[in-house]
């Protein structure tokens, strides 16, 4: 597996985590990716409701819990979007009919 300058900096337990994601999605590290690779195009975006939302943010990590999840607008990552830092998403559909969403966060700095 073709793993990025990113996924080679962690060290080792996140390594191995890493890679155990990233060998979900059938394919290479998409940091590794180019940006050529992906499109813009709305109509490649997968399917996504809040009930999807909610069951990878609350039943399938430990980041957020059901209450943050219901209060979304205090979120840090919600701030972030809503302020512009986010770019607009990109997405790649792989071999395997999986689609790789990747976006970037700009530097915060400047509104604080």
């Known amino acids: 597996m073709l793993l990025s300058d990113y ?5 080792d ?3 191995r985590r ?14 590794a990716l180019s940006d050529d690779q992906f499109t813009n195009d709305v109509g490649c975006y997968p399917s996504v409701d ?6 990878y943010l609350v039943h399938g990590t430990s980041f957020v819990t059901r209450e943050q999840l219901k209060s979304y607008k205090s979120l840090e990552a919600h701030n972030y979007v809503t302020s512009g830092l986010v770019e ?25």
């Open 7 to 11: 996924a080679k900096s962690l060290s």
């Open 88 to 112: 607009p998403p990109r997405v790649k559909t792989l071999r395997d009919g999986n689609i790789v969403v990747v976006s970037k966060v700009g530097c915060c700095s400047r509104f604080f």
């Open 18 to 31: 890493y890679h155990i994601e990233v060998a979900k999605c059938g394919s290479d590290d998409p940091f």
């Open 50 to 55: 809040r009930a999807d939302i909610n069951d």
């Open 13 to 15: 337990p996140e390594r």
